[in-house]
């Protein structure tokens, strides 16, 4: 049994192992986690991390939501492959749809490598769509991340189960409208208060490439 339960400090150390497993050209620093985790339990918090810890007490998944004046930011989401295809990403995903729709968002963006299929088959189970594209988005590969975005994020949930094991909504057929073309750079802009701290990795990597 797989239990979800609010990050703690304590969770830095293995999130980072599954971290550098799994984003093996972007991973985040502890630096980044700490930050982040500073922004959550208190009154006006605008960060919610998650872990989910397997019966031996092990992380075998994490999920992070940044939320706004309104919008929010999937800032990450990471399963332990030993659990792909179980359902934990869903639950992960549902999860912050929940803390987005407490935030009172109308709406929920993120980015997503252009080759990450099996993510961007997960968002889009949930209605996520695509608006466009930051080009040289992760670094230092320079691979291009499709933005996606999802409105109402309570309807999107209307269809989740609210059982122990918060299955997956009823699939969405796949939307034929393309995506958009480029975005604007992921440059200083007022977007940046918003911006997730991947983006803001990513560029911080560019500044010193
Ligand atoms: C993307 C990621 C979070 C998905 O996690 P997951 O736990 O495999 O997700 P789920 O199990 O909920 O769904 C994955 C698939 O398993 C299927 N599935 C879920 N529960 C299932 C079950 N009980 N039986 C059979 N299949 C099931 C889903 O339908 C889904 O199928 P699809 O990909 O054909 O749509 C995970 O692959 C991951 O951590 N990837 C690396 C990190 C990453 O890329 N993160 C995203 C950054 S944007």
């Known amino acids: 049994m797989i239990l979800?339960?609010?990050?703690?400090?304590?969770?830095?150390?293995?999130?980072?192992?599954l971290e550098r497993r799994l984003f093996p050209e972007d991973a985040w620093s502890p630096g980044m986690f700490w930050s982040?985790?500073?922004?959550?339990?208190?009154?006006?918090?605008?960060?919610?991390?998650?872990?989910a810890e397997d019966a031996d007490g092990r992380v075998a998944g994490y999920a992070g939501l940044m939320a706004v004046a309104g919008e929010a930011d999937v800032q990450t989401?990471?399963?332990?492959?030993?659990?792909w295809g179980s359902g934990l990403g869903?639950?992960?995903?549902?999860?912050?749809?929940?803390?987005?729709v407490e935030a009172e968002c109308e709406g929920v963006l993120l980015e997503v490598r252009v080759d990450?299929?099996?993510?961007?088959?997960l968002y889009r189970r949930f209605g996520f769509e695509?608006?466009?594209?930051?080009?040289?988005?992760?670094?230092?590969?320079g691979t291009?991340?499709?933005?996606?975005?999802?409105?109402?994020?309570?309807?999107?949930?209307?269809?989740a189960s609210a059982g122990p094991a918060e299955a997956a909504p009823e699939a969405d057929p796949p939307k034929p409208t393309p995506p958009k073309p480029t975005l604007p750079p992921a440059a200083p802009t007022p977007r940046a208060e918003t911006m997730n701290a991947r983006a803001l990795q990513a560029r911080a990597l560019n500044v010193g490439a």
Do not use: C, K
């Not at 400090?9 to 999130?15: F, G």
């Open 90 to 100: 869903t639950r992960l995903l549902i999860r912050l749809l929940r803390q987005a």
């Open 36 to 51: 982040e985790l500073a922004d959550t339990r208190h009154p006006r918090a605008t960060r919610w991390y998650t872990v």
């Open 116 to 121: 990450n299929d099996r993510a961007q088959r």
């Open 4 to 17: 979800l339960r609010a990050m703690r400090w304590w969770d830095i150390a293995p999130v980072l192992e």
């Open 130 to 141: 695509p608006v466009g594209f930051r080009r040289n988005y992760y670094q230092p590969s």
């Open 144 to 159: 291009d991340a499709l933005v996606m975005r999802l409105d109402h994020p309570a309807d999107a949930l209307a269809g």
């Open 77 to 83: 989401i990471a399963v332990d492959e030993r659990h």
